[in-house]
């Protein structure tokens, strides 16, 4: 961590950071409804630290980043994140911690601290401290076979009983101010990781960090503190002294002691006597109750989702945020859109609120029927779904479904908004078809088209005279007419009808017959001729 550039910044403890600048950094956004959780990054607390979350492969690598924060002057943060149902991790970077045994704040150098956990279901909160980092570097070393969230678990649990904690996801109690409880799980924690440093200072190490990295190559390899790495024994690189087997616990409860009667510890009420009892195989204590021995670790089994009953029960529900409730798995939240409307865990979320006419939008919301028409649920909407066949919801109103019978009415013939209409007459719709259902008075539809209406008059077409089809007969030296209805014709020039028979049409030429000699009736006297319409 940059042990020979130590960039030191003179503190009074309690007071805060000096020199230190807050930069702003770049954040993931959190896709999908963000969820919120509150964190500390204490060695001390760290500041100004860089706080990256990923989601976790199941072989233990980094996924997708998740989010970026930054710890402020105390070591908190606030996380925005996608609720994960995986493994992720929290690493903490950079800035400055605040090395207790001295009351000085030194830099982070190339140091991390990490914090695993199975899944973000539920968590509003959590705490990244070296023993975080002891727990995640065990975890590196099991098996990658097993079920990487139940080896969080696991070891999560397993170190909190070496540390003599109920947990090391709980943050420690700040140690810059009075603590109002020195029995208490948080100032069991916060005295711990000052016990880390005052060990450092007490035996001329570089620094807290230099006790942690004995302390994990302690562990890693098989879960118990002995000052061995496997069968070697471990040494201190600043001072070459050897690690001693009591470090973790006769070692750091001195420490523990030494803090706690200091001057600082005295002032903000640390008691020695309160300090944890650390335990150096943690594995060979039996399980409490509700738990199981699970692949070598004590699990809660009443409330662990990847062992909820049992070892290897997973929690694995349908559409669902599983929980596990009394060694029972449960749910605890639906996917958006899901809904577990039977109120039975085991099929999950199992309605689909977007679609299910039963339940459209929530639980038990049914869609009413509809006049000609079913029903259907979009996006958790109830509305019309299809109308019957032969009608339409021209109104887009679904309260009275699909109001409109488009083979009848001529307003929506066939479709909404197609308007009947007839020249001359009044329209009809038939079929869904648009047709003529009666011409006005004098007006005929003879063409048999919809499209014109009654296009033919009666009154005066020769071809349809009174009645469609009913023709004017041609006339001889004339020619056919209708008027009012009926038939009539007139003669062309020259001719006449005198005998008032139409079947002979105009039978007289007018301009050459001396008995009707420029008109009928007009006779030529004896010896004249009728010459162009006059006798002569």
Known sequence: MGRFLRLIFPLALGVGVAGVVLVGCQKKVALGTAQSITGLASAGPIVAGTVNVYALKTDGTRGTLLDTEMTDATGTFTLSVAPQSGPVEVSITGGVYLEESQGVYLPMGDHELRLWLPSTANLTSLTVTPLTELAVNRVQKLSRSANLATNIQGVNTLMATAAGLQTILSPPADPTKTLSDPASDAAKYALLLAGISQYAHDHSLADSFEVMDALITDFQNDGMFDGKDGQTPLTFPSTSATVPP??????????????????????????????????????????????????????????????CGSCGAVCNLSQAVAACSSGTCAVSSCQTGFGNCDNTASNGCETSLTTDLSNCGSCGNAC???????????????????????????????????????????????????????????????????????????????????????????????????SCGNACPSVNNGNAHCTNGNCGYACNFGYADCDANPTNGCEVNTQSNPSHCGSCGHACANGLNCISGNCQ
Request: net charge negative.
């Open 246 to 307: 009591s470090l973790w616990q006769s070692g750091l409860a001195a420490s523990m002691t030494t803090f706690a009667n200091g001057s600082h510890g005295t002032q903000v009420g640390f008691d020695p006597s309160k300090s944890p009892v650390l335990v150096s195989n943690p594995a060979s204590l039996p399980c409490s109750s509700g738990q199981a021995l699970c692949g070598g670790f004590c699990i809660d089994v009443t409330s662990d989702t990847n062992n």
């Open 368 to 466: 009413p029927s509809y006049s000609h028409a079913s029903a259907a649920c979009n996006n958790g909407s109830c509305g019309i779904g299809t109308c019957s066949a032969g009608y339409a919801n021209c109104d887009n109103n679904p309260s009275n479904g699909c109001e409109i019978s488009v083979t009848s009415d001529p307003q929506n013939c066939g479709s909404c908004g197609n308007h009947c209409s007839a020249q001359n007459g009044t329209a009809a719709c038939v079929s869904s078809n648009c047709t003529i259902a009666s011409c006005n008075p004098g007006y005929g539809d003879c063409n048999q088209l919809a499209a014109d209406g009654c296009e033919t008059s009666l009154q005066f077409d020769a071809a349809n005279c009174g």
